[in-house]
């Protein structure tokens, strides 16, 4: 298992606090992220993206990825301002990737309307994505109410616009679950986002990112199942913690915490493959 830390997980910790407890924790890398406003946190708490980078670097970290641009599926002059200054920040950080969000208000998911918006944002972010040498993760959201929900028509729109080499999309165990479920497309997975939801009474339908925790015997949402099948079909990357839930955010002593976790999910698998 490859282990990484998404910032959202621990969005009260410093910086560099967030960095130690991804070093300690013996991650990957860690994902970071710019819409972290109502927590009165600027991006990489002010430093220069030149350095935040170099703080990650020596921890022995990967800078996985920059987060986010939304939504990036209503595109307009305003969105394309927005992926230029991402794509800009990323590189001059080492991030390795951006994350592009779709909207997620119940406006544009009609058929045909969702399409044609996809469409036409990939096409417009695909050039600057070449000229900067970069690559953009694509997250569907399960939520009834997202414009992006399908995997697969993601894929299959990423396929027709020859556009594999710049965009690949995010597995999120929650919202694939939120979605229905369906096919892993583990080749064009680019990260892999793990959550759990516990609350045994909680319909999937109400299911919401506030009920996002860490992963456990009482997990709902099949994260065994899904790592282990992503890992079956070839995917060969990273396994990223985010979580959303309040509770799980003020954890007063997160190390443990996702040490446990994590030996939970490893002891598992091994079972699982024994």
Known sequence: ???????????????????????????????????????????????????????????????????????????????AAEVVSLIDTAKRAGAETISLIPRNDGTGGAEGERQANLRVALKECYPMLGAADMIALVEPLGFVR????????????????????????????????????????????????????????????????????????????????????LLAAGYDGVFSYECFSPETQALADPLTALRQSFDFISARLRAKAA
């Open 146 to 229: 997202s414009s992006l929900r399908s995997k697969t028509e993601l894929v299959e729109m990423i396929a027709a616009l020859d556009m594999a080499d710049r965009v690949r999309i995010v597995h999120d165990t929650f919202h694939h679950t939120l979605a229905g479920g369906g096919a892993l497309h583990a080749a064009q997975t680019g990260i892999v986002h793990i959550s759990a939801v516990v609350d045994p009474a909680l319909p999937v339908e109400q299911m919401e990112d506030e009920h996002r925790v860490l992963i456990d015997s009482r997990d709902r949402l099949g994260n065994i199942d899904q790592i282990a099948a």
């Open 1 to 79: 298992m490859k282990f990484a830390l998404n910032q959202m997980t621990a969005p009260h910790l410093q910086f560099a606090g967030f960095l130690d407890l991804a070093r300690d924790l013996g991650c990957m890398g860690v994902e970071l992220r710019n819409d972290m406003g109502a927590l009165n946190r600027p991006l990489f708490d002010g430093l220069a993206p030149e350095q935040a980078g170099e703080m990650v670097r020596a921890r022995g970290l990967r800078f996985l990825g920059l987060s986010q641009v939304y939504p990036f599926n209503s595109w307009n002059d305003d969105r």
